[in-house]
Protein backbone atom coordinates (compact mmCIF):
# COMPACT_ATOMS: atom_id res chain seq x y z
CA UNK A 1 0.00 0.00 0.00
CA UNK A 2 3.10 2.47 0.47
CA UNK A 3 4.00 1.99 -3.11
CA UNK A 4 -0.04 3.10 -4.28
CA UNK A 5 0.16 5.66 -1.50
CA UNK A 6 3.05 7.20 -2.77
CA UNK A 7 1.82 6.86 -6.38
CA UNK A 8 -1.82 8.45 -5.40
CA UNK A 9 0.41 11.54 -3.79
CA UNK A 10 2.05 11.99 -6.69
CA UNK A 11 -1.26 11.63 -9.18
CA UNK A 12 -2.71 14.13 -6.70
CA UNK A 13 0.20 16.54 -6.70
CA UNK A 14 0.26 16.77 -10.89
CA UNK A 15 -3.58 17.54 -11.02
CA UNK A 16 -3.36 19.93 -8.10
CA UNK A 17 -6.12 17.92 -5.98
CA UNK A 18 -6.00 16.25 -2.68
CA UNK A 19 -5.15 12.55 -2.37
CA UNK A 20 -7.51 10.13 -0.49
CA UNK A 21 -8.56 6.64 -1.25
CA UNK A 22 -12.01 5.04 -1.59
CA UNK A 23 -12.66 2.36 -2.05
CA UNK A 24 -9.14 0.73 -2.45
CA UNK A 25 -8.65 3.29 -5.44
CA UNK A 26 -6.26 6.61 -5.10
CA UNK A 27 -8.87 9.67 -6.05
CA UNK A 28 -7.58 13.28 -6.28
CA UNK A 29 -10.40 15.72 -5.76
CA UNK A 30 -10.07 19.44 -6.58
CA UNK A 31 -12.73 21.85 -4.88
CA UNK A 32 -13.20 24.74 -7.92
CA UNK A 33 -13.83 27.70 -4.97
CA UNK A 34 -13.47 30.14 -7.85
CA UNK A 35 -17.47 28.83 -8.79
CA UNK A 36 -19.65 30.25 -6.54
CA UNK A 37 -22.16 27.85 -7.20
CA UNK A 38 -25.84 28.16 -5.42
CA UNK A 39 -28.94 25.17 -5.07
CA UNK A 40 -32.10 26.39 -4.43
CA UNK A 41 -30.45 29.39 -3.07
CA UNK A 42 -27.66 27.64 -0.87
CA UNK A 43 -23.94 27.63 -1.39
CA UNK A 44 -22.76 24.49 -3.08
CA UNK A 45 -19.07 23.38 -3.74
CA UNK A 46 -18.30 22.56 -7.09
CA UNK A 47 -15.34 19.33 -6.88
CA UNK A 48 -13.59 17.47 -9.65
CA UNK A 49 -12.55 13.78 -9.07
CA UNK A 50 -10.14 12.31 -10.93
CA UNK A 51 -8.95 8.75 -9.73
CA UNK A 52 -7.42 5.26 -10.71
CA UNK A 53 -7.40 1.66 -10.21
CA UNK A 54 -6.48 -1.90 -11.05
CA UNK A 55 -2.98 -0.65 -11.79
CA UNK A 56 -0.94 -3.47 -13.73
CA UNK A 57 2.61 -3.50 -12.15
CA UNK A 58 3.56 -5.29 -15.13
CA UNK A 59 2.92 -2.74 -17.73
CA UNK A 60 2.11 0.19 -15.24
CA UNK A 61 -1.45 1.03 -16.35
CA UNK A 62 -4.39 1.50 -14.48
CA UNK A 63 -8.22 2.34 -15.36
CA UNK A 64 -7.95 6.31 -14.74
CA UNK A 65 -11.20 7.89 -14.41
CA UNK A 66 -12.58 11.39 -14.06
CA UNK A 67 -15.62 13.35 -13.53
CA UNK A 68 -14.99 17.08 -13.54
CA UNK A 69 -17.59 19.65 -13.24
CA UNK A 70 -17.52 23.01 -15.29
CA UNK A 71 -19.12 26.38 -16.11
CA UNK A 72 -20.99 25.85 -19.72
CA UNK A 73 -18.34 28.25 -21.00
CA UNK A 74 -15.35 25.83 -20.30
CA UNK A 75 -17.00 22.79 -21.31
CA UNK A 76 -16.00 22.83 -24.97
CA UNK A 77 -12.55 24.03 -24.36
CA UNK A 78 -11.95 20.96 -22.09
CA UNK A 79 -13.39 18.56 -24.33
CA UNK A 80 -10.80 19.59 -27.12
CA UNK A 81 -7.82 19.72 -24.58
CA UNK A 82 -8.86 16.07 -23.47
CA UNK A 83 -9.77 14.68 -26.69
CA UNK A 84 -6.61 15.52 -28.33
CA UNK A 85 -5.04 13.46 -25.95
CA UNK A 86 -6.12 10.46 -26.46
CA UNK A 87 -8.72 10.39 -23.28
CA UNK A 88 -12.09 9.43 -24.55
CA UNK A 89 -15.33 11.91 -23.15
CA UNK A 90 -18.06 9.06 -21.95
CA UNK A 91 -20.37 11.81 -20.94
CA UNK A 92 -21.18 15.40 -20.64
CA UNK A 93 -24.67 16.48 -18.55
CA UNK A 94 -25.73 18.70 -15.72
CA UNK A 95 -26.49 16.90 -12.54
CA UNK A 96 -29.02 19.40 -10.74
CA UNK A 97 -31.89 21.54 -11.40
CA UNK A 98 -32.38 25.34 -9.90
CA UNK A 99 -28.10 25.58 -9.48
CA UNK A 100 -26.80 29.26 -10.35
CA UNK A 101 -24.65 29.28 -12.32
CA UNK A 102 -25.17 26.21 -14.66
CA UNK A 103 -22.81 23.58 -13.77
CA UNK A 104 -21.57 21.54 -16.51
CA UNK A 105 -20.53 17.68 -15.36
CA UNK A 106 -18.01 15.86 -17.84
CA UNK A 107 -16.73 12.08 -17.51
CA UNK A 108 -13.45 11.00 -19.19
CA UNK A 109 -11.77 7.60 -19.28
CA UNK A 110 -8.73 5.94 -20.44
CA UNK A 111 -6.35 2.80 -19.73
CA UNK A 112 -2.68 4.25 -19.38
CA UNK A 113 0.04 5.18 -16.60
CA UNK A 114 -1.62 7.12 -14.15
CA UNK A 115 0.93 9.33 -13.99
CA UNK A 116 0.62 10.46 -17.68
CA UNK A 117 -3.16 10.28 -17.17
CA UNK A 118 -2.55 12.98 -14.47
CA UNK A 119 -0.20 15.48 -16.40
CA UNK A 120 -3.00 15.29 -19.40
CA UNK A 121 -5.62 16.31 -17.41
CA UNK A 122 -3.19 19.04 -16.16
CA UNK A 123 -2.94 20.12 -19.31
CA UNK A 124 -6.67 20.00 -20.75
CA UNK A 125 -7.04 21.62 -16.95
CA UNK A 126 -4.88 24.83 -17.52
CA UNK A 127 -6.72 24.88 -20.86
CA UNK A 128 -9.94 26.80 -19.42
Not at 44 to 54: K, V
Request: aromatic share 8%; with cysteine; hydrophobic share 40%.
Amino acid sequence: MANNGSLCDRFSTIIGGQAGFAGGKCVSTINRDQIRATILGKRFRATSSFSFESLNHKTGKALCVGRAVFLQKEVNTFISAIRNQGIKVTSVRNEWLFEQPRLIYINIEAVENPLCFARKVRKALDAI
